[in-house]
């Protein structure tokens, strides 16, 4: 008997945990990259912390 994480299904077990993790955590900062900009300009100009102009700004150097 060599040890208990030399099981196969031990390895396997193991190995399907840590890549569906990594996959959540990867996939998680993906979503917030992508919207966050726009969105935390989009609430300063709401809350009244940018003005129209600043705004408009922001928003042609992103291309939008």
């Not at 390895?11 to 935390?40: G, W």
Request: no cysteine; aromatic share 10%.
């Amino acid at each position: 008997m060599l040890g208990y994480f030399t099981e196969p299904y031990v390895r396997i077990t193991l190995t399907i945990i840590v890549l569906v993790v990594i996959f959540v955590i990867l996939s998680r900062n993906k979503k917030r990259k992508a919207t966050d900009s726009l969105d935390m300009m989009k609430r300063r100009y709401e809350d009244g912390e940018l003005t129209k102009q600043e705004y408009e700004e922001a928003l042609r150097r992103r291309g939008k």
